[in-house]
């Protein structure tokens, strides 16, 4: 996580961090819950190598999906006439980026955890639109937040393919990105649940 702190709004590790509401020993029965372990562990770091030099191929991708779905792109439009913020599109993009390389290189720690919290609080009306002062809509809808992970984890399979690994070696890779994304998203949708419910 060198090199981070020129991202804008990137505050990983800050002491502009509140801690999560989730324990760390919540999260261990999450993992349980999801069948996730060291060896998931081992094949994100494996995945570092493969996504660290195609991060923003990857971006592409994903960027281009949301942009090809206006219900989608709505989230990064002015909240006054509808149009999409540019600043906002990139400025949100680079920690996007920087996101894939922490879900690679995840320890899972406090500091993560709280990050974890973090990042659901700027998707809802809690804090989004704050980091990049954008005049954007109010919150990204719930009913869109889960549904993204099929698109997102699905697509950059071909990514994880074509450097040589084993199909069995992509089989996994991919399937601890699936759980890892599933993991975070349930952290990051705290807020949208209702008190004493998560
Ligand atoms: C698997 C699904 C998703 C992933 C992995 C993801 C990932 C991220 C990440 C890493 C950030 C930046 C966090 C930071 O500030 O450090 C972010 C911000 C954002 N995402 Fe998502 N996201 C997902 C789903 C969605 C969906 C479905 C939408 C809406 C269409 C969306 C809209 C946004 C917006 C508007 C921001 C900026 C929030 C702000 O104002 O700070 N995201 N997302």
Redesign the pocket.
């Known amino acids: 996580m060198q090199e981070t702190r020129a991202i804008p709004?990137?505050t990983f590790g800050t002491s502009a961090i509140a801690r999560s509401p989730v324990t760390l020993g919540d999260f261990e029965l999450m993992k349980k819950s999801i069948l996730f372990d060291d060896g998931d562990v081992k094949y994100l770091r494996l995945s570092r190598g493969i996504v660290e030099d195609q991060v923003e191929a990857i971006l592409d991708v994903w960027y281009g999906f949301?942009a090809s779905q206006p219900h989608?792109l709505a989230?990064?439009t002015g909240s006054g006439d509808g149009k999409p913020l540019g600043d906002y599109l990139g400025a949100?993009r680079r920690?996007?980026g920087q996101?894939i390389l922490d879900t690679a290189d995840a320890e899972y720690d406090q500091r993560w955890l709280d990050y974890q919290h973090e990042?659901g609080l700027?998707?809802h009306r809690a804090?989004?639109?704050?980091?990049?002062g954008?005049a954007?809509t109010a919150i990204?809808p719930f009913r869109?937040?889960f549904a993204?992970?099929y698109p997102?984890t699905f697509t950059l399979k071909p990514f994880l393919t074509g450097k040589g690994h084993t199909a069995e070696e992509v089989e996994k890779m991919y399937a601890a990105w699936l759980k890892s994304?599933l993991l975070?998203?349930t952290l990051w949708t705290y807020p949208y649940v209702k008190e004493g419910d998560f």
Request: include cysteine; charge should be positive.
């Open positions: 709004g990137y949301v989608l989230s990064f949100v920690r996007f996101w990042i700027r998707h804090k989004k639109n704050r980091t990049d954008a954007s990204v869109d937040l993204l992970i997102v994304c975070q998203m």
